[in-house]
């Protein structure tokens, strides 16, 4: 059979459709390939990064603090609902979260205007990750979040919120039972005790009951450590240390240091390891305290007598203190900072720098790396987020810009490059090669964002001293900083603003810096609403609950916490506020300062007229010794009160509570800063009672010396209902009190 013959070569047929369509017929199938190969890329690098990604939403709490994530507590808190909200602090609002693991936390978030603000934000947190008892309320977490500018922490849950609130404003039930009073007194002692027992001492600074915070069972717990401090004995130490690089000397006279733990802005000339300059600008910080100084010697003369200054410190009748506060902040700060810089540099820090060594460590070694760890986190936050508009004045030492000397150094280093430093320990690594890793991104920061807006303000500054408008403030390259009484006056401007001006009564609490609203500690008789605006004043304690010595420039010790704690403990067992005058007839006008009601009846013997008329159940012995006790607590001299331990001793019946010292028996004479006849005459008036002065808006418009004045003197000053203050040396201050006055008691003719 002949064979098929190859069927000739075909050349493949042209498609019967046009060119245009067959093109365009491939693109289905290639989009198609694109579009899976796409996703599967998608999906790959979606599953690396969650593969990959730290865990936000930790499961474990044994080890806090943990890093959540924004979102994850946004959820939490169906995305900071308003009626979630628990309260508000100077930090900002308290939210109640649930987190998805069902566990109930307060989630606490900082506003952007917050006046703590960031430091006590480290503060809390570094506190946070040390302490561990069931008398303290523990941080669970926290979270930042650069793209919505947020800082937060997790707290775990106080279902009854803070004593303050459950006392006087909700008054509830629970606590009309005098046991329960009683063991909320041992919980509070048990963790101020806790606190004071570390190695070194914390000192939380601000003890008050709206830091005191009650769980479900009532049971109380020391909250808010922004403002706790770390105490040094250094009492080995050398009185003097010369750092290294021979530009300064620093005198360190005291005994005791106090250290906060907070970060510490420091200045450099080269970015190098200049140790010279931290302490530079740790002595422009002590220039906080010598303006102090300066303004006394710039009072009156009837006002500066040592006398009034020792009245003034140490009074113990008013239970308070006015002084500069924040000064006193910042000695304490700055002592810190010279023990660090001392301590590290020269070794000199004998076994005190060695503990502290041992508790930043183990702070240290608290924090792992799954949770970002607090150190790390601060670091990388301080040196990309914090600066972004924040005043300097916000920081440690900035109440110091404008001594001449300081500001000379400032002018001197204005245009230097401006370093973050965080107060970081740690022996295997060396020093430099630490510090220089840690200012990098400040330093980058600084140049891209600052440097050039600093020039063009010096630019701006000579051209207005050319043309003769010099700064009244003579503060150097500093001007564009916002100094604190600016701040607070722009504050203050806002705040009126926003909800109208603040009523003197607002003023009346006690809180020289804050005019919030809801002051938990007024003396007004106007009761905050729950979940209100914060009674903390953003310094060292409220002015009813901190120790004289805070205003002396005494050195600030366990002891300040006690005292405080005596304050609290009259609270609790009066059921009432240190200071109240509202709604109490002049014949009972002795009784509106607590404490020293609370000495009259020592000495009249009838301490029980103290105890609150609803308590029911009264243990009348257990009474009377917390009266004792606290009346021990509030002695003037610190070295008198007791130690936290042997007050716990004490309420628990393990040690004996010794006789009230002689004292409260007859107590002296209320020394009146002023010298006129009529002034005397109120001194000597037995029904006349310190009282706070309440501040309205002629505070701010006082020239600065009057600020530092009214903080000096706040405690001391006595309005009487029927008495015109005339002060011939100072109209102003006369005529703001008497206006105050006739805004107290408006039926009275003043
Ligand atoms: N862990 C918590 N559980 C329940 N409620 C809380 C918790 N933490 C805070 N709160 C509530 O939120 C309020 C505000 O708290 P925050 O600590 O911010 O303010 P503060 O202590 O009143 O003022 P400051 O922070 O200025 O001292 C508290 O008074 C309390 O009622």
Excluded at 40 to 61: H, N, W, Y
Excluded at 155 to 173: F, I, P, S, T
Excluded at 210 to 226: E, P, R
Excluded at 432 to 445: D, H
Aim: with cysteine; charged share 25%.
């Amino acid at each position: 059979m002949p064979s098929r013959p190859a069927p000739p070569f075909l050349p493949p047929q042209p498609s019967p459709l046009p060119y245009h369509q067959r093109s365009s017929s491939r693109i289905p199938p290639l989009a198609a390939a694109s579009t899976s190969a796409f996703s599967f890329l998608l999906l790959f690098v979606i599953c690396f990064r969650k593969l990959t990604r730290k865990r936000t939403v930790p499961t474990d709490f044994s080890k806090p603090p943990h890093r959540f994530s924004y979102t994850t507590l946004r959820r939490a808190t169906n995305k900071f609902s308003p009626s979630l909200r628990l309260g508000q602090g100077g930090f900002g609002s308290v939210y109640h979260g649930t987190l998805p693991n069902e566990l109930n936390v307060a989630v606490k978030v900082m506003d952007s205007g917050s006046l703590q603000g960031e430091r006590e934000f480290q503060n809390e947190l570094l506190f946070a990750s040390k302490l561990d008892s069931c008398y303290i309320v523990t941080a669970r977490g926290f979270s930042y979040d650069r793209k919505h500018r947020s800082l937060l922490i997790v707290y775990e849950l106080m279902q009854n919120g803070n004593l303050q609130d459950a006392l006087l404003h909700r008054k509830c039930v629970e606590l009309v039972d005098w046991k329960k009073r009683f063991s909320i007194a041992v919980d509070i002692a048990k963790g101020i005790e806790y606190l004071h027992s570390l190695d070194p001492p914390v000192i939380h600074g601000d003890i008050k009951p709206s830091n005191i915070l009650l769980d479900q069972c009532f049971n109380a717990k020391v909250a808010d450590f922004g403002l706790a401090w770390l105490k040094i004995d250094n009492s080995n130490q050398n009185n003097q240390n010369q750092c290294n690089q021979g530009q300064c000397e620093v005198k360190v006279e005291e005994s005791d240091k106090i250290i906060g733990l907070k970060r510490v802005e420091l200045e450099s000339n080269n970015g190098g390891e200049d140790y010279g300059s931290v302490v530079e600008e740790t002595d422009s910080v002590t220039t906080g305290f010598d303006e102090f100084n300066l303004v006394v010697d710039q009072l009156p003369v009837c006002m500066t007598s040592p006398e009034t200054l020792e009245a003034v410190s140490a009074s113990p009748e008013t239970g308070a203190v006015g002084v500069s506060l924040e000064g006193n902040l910042d000695v304490g700060s700055i002592e810190g900072v010279k023990e660090l810089v001392n301590g590290e540099k020269n070794n000199g820090g004998g076994i005190q720098s060695e503990s502290r060594k041992d508790w930043l460590k183990q702070e240290k070694g608290g924090t792992t790396s799954e949770n970002g760890g607090v150190k790390d986190y601060v670091m990388e936050w301080l040196g990309t987020e914090i600066n972004k508009g924040r005043p300097k004045s916000d920081w440690i030492g900035a109440s110091s810009s404008s001594n001449s000397q300081s500001v000379a150094k400032i002018v001197k280093k204005k245009n230097r490059k401006r370093l973050d430093w965080w107060v970081s320990l740690d022996d295997d690594k060396d020093e430099k090669v630490l510090k220089k890793e840690k200012r990098r991104p400040a330093r980058e920061w600084w140049k891209e964002e600052y440097c050039e807006e600093l020039e063009k303000k010096n630019k701006k500054k000579k051209k207005k001293r050319d043309m003769g408008m010099t700064s009244d403030d003579n503060n150097g390259g500093e001007d564009w900083w916002p100094r604190d009484e600016e701040l607070y006056v722009e504050r203050k401007k806002k705040r009126s603003k926003s909800r109208g001006s603040i009523g003197s009564i607002e003023w009346f609490s006690g809180e020289l810096f804050r005019g919030n609203r809801n002051s938990h500690d007024s003396l007004s008789g106007e009761i905050p609403e729950s979940g209100g605006i914060s009674s903390t004043p953003s310094m060292r304690g409220n002015v009813c609950y901190a120790a004289p010595e805070y205003g002396g420039g005494g050195n600030l010790s366990e002891k300040s916490d006690v005292y405080s704690f005596g304050v609290l403990l009259l609270v609790l067992i009066a059921g009432r506020r240190p200071l109240q005058v509202t709604n109490l007839p002049m014949s009972e006008f002795q009784r509106a300062n607590l404490m020293h009601w609370a000495r009259n009846l020592a000495r009249s013997g009838k301490l029980l007229d103290l105890v609150d008329k609803s308590v029911q159940s009264l243990d009348r012995e257990q009474a009377t010794l917390c009266i004792t006790i606290a009346l021990l607590c509030l002695q003037k001299s610190p070295a008198h009160r007791p130690s936290m331990k042997e007050v716990v001793g004490m309420l628990t019946g393990e040690s004996q509570v010794p006789q009230l010292p002689s004292e409260f028996s007859p107590s002296p004479p209320t020394r009146f800063p002023f010298k006129s006849k009529s002034h005397q005459k109120i001194c000597n008036n037995k029904m006349a009672t310190p009282l706070h002065v309440c501040f309205n808006n002629e505070y701010w418009k006082c020239h600065k010396h009057l600020i530092r004045l009214f903080e000096l003197h706040v405690s001391n000053l006595l309005i009487l209902s029927s008495v015109n203050l005339r002060t011939s040396s100072c109209p102003l201050l006369s005529a703001t009190f008497n206006k105050m006055a006739k805004q107290l008691y408006p039926e009275e003719s003043v």
